[in-house]
């Protein structure tokens, strides 16, 4: 009953009538990650399905958004930060983590189209490599039939209440052995991607979501005025890491970057992005290495006097229908973070 009448006031017109009244004196920092042609409910065998946009979704909502509200690049925003100036009313900063290659094949029109310029950070580690992220690959290993006799990293214990067998898994058991690898030392992470990727016609079979930007279409998107910013190296959870092993993510992972590009990389998202998954030592490094923004994945608003390596964001998932992403972006998100 309450999605017809969502649908019904969209298509009235309520929203963009409403959305143009609202006088929001923060911005909404919008996070995306990768995009599909197809229907949410045709990706569900993918990593992380929810994080997948089907860009008929996400068309309507730039349009909307392009529409209705103020959208901003990071320099705007920046700008108006560091001088403590007032935003314009109802702003918004489209953002996608981890580099997907849908963002040039499917969103790159759509962003053009609006002349909307979004940041895009973007995990190096295996750009002109392995062609995807390490979490995609190890959920993408054990979720495929084709493969014979799998095996645990080694080292890992398996939780008996949810999987007893590589070879038996379901999602929750492969997210178990996720999380333990973003704990361990990249080197042992590395050796058991590695034993991943060798496997025959493994890469071949990558659905093309799961696919990350090669380095042409990271300079082709930042000379369309997309900002490029870090998303580390690896796309590990920096306050599990050594001071020295964090500098090296967030060094590295510039230094690529900026060689791709040829532009100053000066924004930042931490991987995970909640409050534990970074620390002050983190932000120290951040500002060493000459970043001036830095975004986490804690929802919310921002308004001018906040702390600019602490930016939050509103994630929006992958399965929202026009009808209720506009409802969120005009009642529900200002009425549960603007306070």
């Given at each position: 009953m309450r999605q017809n009448i969502k649908k019904l006031l969209y298509s009235s017109g309520f929203y963009h009538t409403v959305a143009k009244q609202l006088r929001l004196n923060k911005i909404g920092?919008?996070?995306?990650?990768?995009?599909?042609?197809?229907?949410?409910?045709?990706?569900?065998?993918?990593?992380?399905?929810?994080?997948?946009?089907?860009?008929?979704?996400?068309?309507?909502?730039?349009?909307?958004?392009?529409?209705?509200?103020?959208?901003?690049?990071?320099?705007?925003?920046?700008?108006?930060?560091?001088?403590?100036?007032?935003?314009?009313?109802?702003?918004?900063?489209?953002?996608?983590?981890?580099?997907?290659?849908?963002?040039?094949?499917?969103?790159?029109?759509?962003?053009?189209?609006?002349?909307?310029?979004?940041?895009?950070?973007?995990?190096?580690?295996?750009?002109?490599?392995?062609?995807?992220?390490?979490?995609?690959?190890?959920?993408?290993?054990?979720?495929?039939?084709?493969?014979?006799?799998k095996q645990f990293p080694d080292g890992y214990t398996a939780n008996p209440k949810i999987s007893s067998s590589p070879?038996?898994?379901?999602?929750?058991?492969?997210?178990?052995?996720?999380?333990?690898?973003?704990?361990?030392?990249?080197?042992?992470?590395?050796?058991?991607?590695?034993?991943?990727?060798?496997?025959?016609?493994?890469?071949?079979?990558?659905?093309?979501?799961?696919?990350?930007?090669?380095?042409?279409?990271?300079?082709?998107?930042?000379?369309?005025?997309?900002?490029?910013?870090?998303?580390?190296?690896?796309h590990s959870i920096l306050s599990r890491m050594s001071a020295e092993e964090q500098e090296n993510e967030i060094a590295l992972s510039k230094k690529i970057l900026e060689e791709i590009t040829s532009k100053p990389v000066c924004s930042f998202a931490y991987p995970e992005g909640g409050a534990h998954d970074f620390n002050d030592v983190t932000i120290q490094l951040l500002k060493k290495h000459n970043y001036t923004s830095a975004f986490t994945t804690i929802e919310g608003y921002d308004g001018k006097d906040e702390n600019l390596y602490k930016l939050k964001r509103i994630f929006v998932m992958g399965n929202l229908p026009i009808w209720e992403f506009c409802h969120r972006m005009v009642f529900s998100w200002p009425a549960t973070y603007i306070r």
């Open positions: 920092v919008l996070c995306y990650h990768g995009l599909t042609a197809k229907d949410s409910e045709a990706v569900n065998h993918i990593p992380n399905a929810f994080l997948h946009t089907p860009i008929k979704e996400f068309e309507l909502q730039m349009k909307f958004i392009s529409e209705a509200f103020n959208v901003l690049t990071l320099t705007k925003l920046w700008e108006h930060f560091t001088r403590r100036r007032e935003l314009p009313s109802n702003s918004v900063l489209i953002t996608f983590d981890d580099g997907y290659k849908t963002i040039y094949r499917l969103a790159k029109p759509v962003l053009e189209k609006y002349n909307i310029q979004p940041v895009i950070f973007i995990t190096t580690e295996n750009i002109g490599k392995y062609d995807l992220i390490w979490p995609d690959a190890v959920f993408l290993y054990y979720q495929d039939r084709t493969i014979p006799s070879s038996q898994m379901d999602e929750e058991a492969i997210y178990d052995i996720i999380r333990w690898l973003k704990k361990v030392k990249n080197q042992k992470r590395l050796e058991f991607l590695n034993r991943i990727m060798s496997k025959p016609d493994f890469i071949s079979r990558i659905p093309q979501e799961c696919l990350v930007l090669n380095e042409d279409e990271i300079f082709q998107l930042s000379s369309l005025g997309f900002n490029i910013g870090s998303h580390t190296n690896s």
